[in-house]
């Protein structure tokens, strides 16, 4: 079956480093997705890994371990604008383009 | 402006009233999209379409039906709503099924009483 897990809830402070991981397994793989969703908006688009390596992007990074079903996002420099939910996304490689989303990941960044 | 709209952005409606949320998209997309999102189980897929009259069943398909007659629009439509849809709904597009990024619609927040 599908799997994407993920911590429902974090809190950080202001300034700091937040890691938030995401752990999949699904029967195939076609590239993982990070995305950020404001409470009652949409989601962005943040990130996308299909490498095993790091990927960075400004404040935020990326990381994808495809032997270990392991991807973590790095957010540096924690402004308070950064509370949002962050959701793990996978593209299964028979999918056609199709996402599974994780449960998302609410983080709170306190000052 | 590149976006993906959607309409109405809040319904309150009854029980077996057949109705119908559109979407359109303005970046000449081909794959588009719809999820529902509801607390504690995330987004998950309800229909999605390749191209033109091609669409295909996602992960939460029944009580929907969708349409997509013209490359930009990708109508959801309840014909029987039940309570158990009452949900946040998103339609989303990409430029092609292989494309990294999805854009999403502001959302659709409908209450079946």
């Known amino acids: 079956g599908q799997n994407i897990d993920q911590p429902t809830e974090m809190t950080a402070t202001e300034g700091a480093i937040v890691q938030i991981n995401c752990t999949y397994q699904t029967s195939g793989f076609n590239g993982l997705f990070w995305y950020q969703q404001h409470a009652g908006e949409a989601p962005t688009f943040l990130s996308y890994n299909v490498l095993d390596g790091l990927e960075e992007k400004g404040r935020f990074s990326s990381f994808l371990s495809r032997s270990k079903g392991y991807s973590y996002l790095l957010l540096k420099e924690l402004q308070m604008k950064d509370s949002a939910s962050y959701l793990c996304?996978?593209?299964?490689?028979?999918?056609?383009?199709?996402?599974?989303f994780g449960k998302g990941t609410k983080l709170s960044v306190k000052p | 402006e590149a976006q993906v709209t959607q309409n109405p952005r809040y319904l309150i409606t009854v029980t077996g009233k057949k109705l119908t949320v559109t979407c359109s998209q303005n970046m000449n997309h081909e794959y588009m999209s719809w999820y529902r999102q509801d607390p504690g189980l995330g987004l998950r897929q309800i229909y999605y379409s390749m191209n033109v009259e091609v669409t295909d069943k996602g992960d939460v398909p029944e009580g929907y039906k969708v349409s997509r007659k013209e490359k930009r629009n990708f109508p959801l439509i309840l014909e029987s709503p039940s309570p158990n849809q009452t949900s946040l709904y998103f339609c989303?597009?990409?430029?092609?099924?292989?494309?990294?990024?999805?854009?999403f619609g502001p959302g659709t927040r409908l209450t079946v009483l």
């Open positions: 996304a996978v593209r299964d490689r028979g999918s056609q383009g199709n996402l599974i």
């Open positions: 989303a597009s990409s430029r092609d099924p292989s494309y990294n990024e999805q854009f």
